[in-house]
Nanobody
Framework: VQLQASGGGLVQPGGSLRLSCAAS????????MGWYRQAPGKPRELVAK???????NYADSVKGRFTISSDIAKKTVDLQMNSLKPEDTAVYYC???????????WGKGTLVTVSS
């Protein structure tokens, strides 16, 4: 499975960005897709994830501001980020989990910078 992410960039506080990720390869094996982020000097953390049947989970820090969505058929996952804060600045990584192969797949990170 390969993951291709796009959509990062620089945005002012209070602004919005949309991240997109598309999976290719052995996509039938993917059960969960999501986004993680890693800020400088901090460990990677879950931002949001969504299962094939549409169940979504969010980190407390982004609830009410971020929305994750997916297209099961196309194996894509988007993250709509609103009301961005400077503390959202991080490298965001697309993730896919396969239960069949019991492993995670990671895309190359995309940098999101929230700054005035």
């Amino acid at each position: 499975v390969q993951l291709q992410a796009s959509g990062g960039g620089l945005v002012q506080p209070g602004g919005s960005l949309r991240l997109s990720c598309a999976a290719s390869g052995v996509v039938f094996s993917i059960d969960i897709m999501g986004w993680y982020r890693q800020a400088p000097g901090k460990p990677r953390e879950l931002v949001a994830k969504i299962t094939n049947d549409g169940n979504a989970n969010y980190a407390d820090s982004v609830k009410g501001r971020f929305t994750i969505s997916s297209d099961i058929a196309k194996k894509t996952v988007d993250l709509q980020m609103n009301s961005l804060k400077p503390e959202d600045t991080a490298v965001y990584y697309c993730n896919a989990y396969s239960g069949v192969f019991a492993r995670d797949y990671w895309g190359k990170g995309t940098l999101v910078t929230v700054s005035s």
